[in-house]
């Protein structure tokens, strides 16, 4: 696998207008992309996909349409707004926004989701269901809305996607086990040796970011590692719920 | 070299009745469950219906499925994991016998909401609850994670949230990894529960029909929720072959677009959801000509029947005439992220059977359906059938699925 990454960004705790339309976590997305799409990007729609990742979507839109509901019927809901609390919401609206007719897929999970979307992107490219994909992800939490972006595929070239892979356990026993299995993937699909520079919330590698944003807390820094002299980057990363997700990055 | 992929196994829980028997029965007679809903949080006018799973009987077949530690698990996440037992249990699998290695076994599931239900309980019960509350207490991930640790499957284990097409988006993804050789066994399909969020939204935008589900009558005015959950296995040809399971039928082909147009209405142009179908029949190597049969998404709307029917004599030009097609959700309702997974269902049982099921409550045809729109179920015995699903917020998916035929 060798697939042209752009650069990747991660936003955390920005403010938002309160009477926004759409959910805080679509507004997040949207601030993410536009640290990564320049005007030097124009995309023929039908080749642009997007893959999103989250733990709860547009939480906000939720609880704050489910309380209206609750304290005052349906006619407290504004029926502009209600629309914006489906989980898929913000790949949608990342959809609308940036004209991305190819495909449009949300995985919804813990820390590893965005993992799960990178290498749900990467078999997308290999079955051409588009030409450029963007991975997307963003999650609500009590300190802000975190999130990020990266646009992958043929567009781009600062640096490259060289392996992705996801398994779960299905038996806590097994974690390390399988974690051994998902590296030695990895470094087979990249073709490198077992020596790889790794990176790893668990020991400290990155700042463990929440849900769908995670793997860009971490590409951030994967980045700037290989801008500094790293050759290549493995990411790992471990959710509580059992999966085991991880990348390779290199120039 | 490309893989087959096959469906070896089906299980259902739908407001036309538990398990494969039952639910085919209830859509060929048209037998459902349709609720007045009561609540009085909705509001003084209001008169909303939703398609309830019969409580008694889920609970029965709930018992008959799970453990008691698992009947502690949330709403969405029961329905779903007794849904893949009796499919698990449907295609013959023994989960003590290892024939296939866990990391070639995989799951890829799909929902609207999740476990939207417990987070309204949470609120209900504590209107000032914050984002951390949420977290603390809800995982719509233990939904295909509480499914993998029954299969013991150390693959690809992913929860797809792609509103109404997500049980087509589950099985297409599934697809995919067995076709390229990664998996050789998936549990796909999708299940949601009553939101009522989700009623009081529909109700907002004024989506909902206080009537019947009518597609494709020139009368028709809406859509009514409901709950339910299918899953299905789909499993590498030569596997499920080595094993002597029953085939139900061979997914040959998908094909995906967005319409990148509003979170809320089709694009009424169709051009998202004919690309989709042109990447369909693409990906499986037909010719459209060669299609016997549509499961429409039908939803009942003014605007997504219209859609269709236009998407449809588009894509097929004069020989639409020859194409026979129909839509269940007048006797399943929408049931959501479930809603292409029960279609899914329909499909393998219509292999099954040569019969496709009717579209119900249908009195006059739209003047603009030039397709054969069934409303009595017809034995026509096809061989090539498209399911189509288009979601709130623009995704499209369409599934080619092909009567198995043993050829290679």
């Keep these: 696998m060798n697939i042209g990454m752009s650069k990747a960004s991660f936003v955390k705790n920005e403010e938002f207008p309160l009477k926004a339309k759409t959910s805080t976590n679509a507004i997040a997305l949207t601030c993410a992309i536009k640290g990564i799409i320049g005007e030097e990007h124009k995309f023929d729609e039908m080749s642009l996909g997007i893959v999103a990742a989250t733990s709860y979507g547009p939480l906000d839109t939720y609880m704050s349409s489910t309380e209206k509901l609750f304290s005052r019927g349906i006619r407290g809901l504004r029926p502009q707004k209600v629309v914006h609390s489906v989980l898929c919401e913000p790949s949608c609206q990342v959809g609308i926004q940036n004209h991305a007719k190819a495909f449009n897929m949300t995985f919804s999970g813990g820390v590893t989701s965005g993992f799960q979307a990178m290498k749900a992107a990467a078999l997308a490219l290999e079955e051409k269901m588009a030409e450029n994909i963007l991975v997307i992800g963003g999650d609500d939490t009590q300190l802000g809305t975190v999130s990020g972006a990266v646009l992958l595929g043929e567009k781009v070239c600062d640096f490259h996607l060289k392996a992705a892979n996801v398994r779960f356990a299905y038996d806590i026993s097994l974690t390390d086990c399988i974690k051994e299995q998902v590296v030695k993937e990895l470094l087979d699909e990249a073709g490198l040796s077992e020596d790889i520079y790794t990176l790893s919330a668990d020991e400290n590698g990155f700042e463990r970011s929440f849900g769908g944003s995670d793997i860009f807390s971490a590409l951030v820094n994967a980045q700037k590692l290989i801008l500094s002299g790293k050759e290549n980057i493995m990411i790992l990363e471990t959710d509580e719920s059992g999966v085991i997700g991880g990348i390779i990055v290199g120039k | ?408």
């Design chain 2, 1 to 408: 070299m490309k893989e087959r992929v096959v469906i070896t196994g089906l299980g259902i829980a739908s407001i036309c009745g538990f398990g494969k028997k039952d639910f085919w029965n209830g859509i060929l007679s048209g037998n459902s469950n349709f609720t007045k809903l009561t609540d009085s949080f909705y509001g003084e006018d209001f008169s909303g219906i939703y398609g309830m799973l019969d409580v008694t009987k889920k609970n029965e077949w709930e018992r008959k499925y799970l453990t008691e530690e698992e009947l502690r698990l949330s709403p969405c996440c029961r329905i779903a994991l007794a849904a893949a037992k009796e499919a698990i249990s449907d295609a013959g699998l023994d989960m003590k016998i290892n024939d296939v290695p866990s990391e070639r076994i995989g799951v890829s599931v799909g929902t609207t909401h999740g476990d939207l239900a417990v987070i309204e309980d949470l609120i209900e019960e504590n209107p000032s609850a914050d984002f951390s509350c949420v977290h603390n207490k809800v995982n719509h991930f233990e939904f295909a994670a509480s499914i993998a640790r029954y299969v013991r499957a150390s693959g690809d284990v992913v929860l797809h949230s792609d509103a109404c097409a997500s049980g087509n988006i589950s099985a297409s993804y599934a697809f995919q990894l067995i076709r390229s050789g990664r998996l050789d066994r998936v549990i796909v399909g999708g299940a949601d529960v009553y939101s009522r969020l989700t009623e009081g939204g529909f109700s907002c935008i004024r989506a909902l029909t206080n009537d019947k589900v009518k597609p494709f009558d020139r009368d028709r005015n809406g859509i009514i929720l409901s709950e339910g959950a299918a899953m299905l296995v789909l499993e590498n040809y030569e596997t499920a072959k080595k094993r002597g399971a029953h085939i139900y039928c061979e997914i040959i082909g998908q094909g995906q677009s967005n319409d990148s147009y509003h979170m809320a209405a089709m694009n009424p142009e169709g051009s998202g959801v004919i690309e989709a179908m042109r990447r369909s029949v693409k990906d499986a190597g037909i010719d459209e000509n060669d299609i016997d049969y549509v499961c429409l998404h039908g939803t009942g709307t003014v605007a997504n029947d219209a859609c269709e029917m236009k998407v449809l004599s588009e894509f097929l030009g004069e020989n639409v005439k020859d194409l026979y097609a129909s839509s269940v959700k007048g006797c399943l309702g929408h049931a959501l992220g479930s809603a292409a997974a029960l279609e899914l269902a329909v499909c393998s049982l219509i292999f099954e059977n040569g019969i496709i099921p009717p579209t119900i409550n249908v009195e006059n045809i739209d003047e603009n359906c030039k397709f054969k729109l069934a409303t009595e179920p017809l034995k026509i015995n096809p061989s090539l059938i498209m399911n189509s699903a288009y979601a709130f917020g623009g995704s499209n998916s369409c599934v080619i699925l092909k009567k198995e035929d043993g050829e290679i």
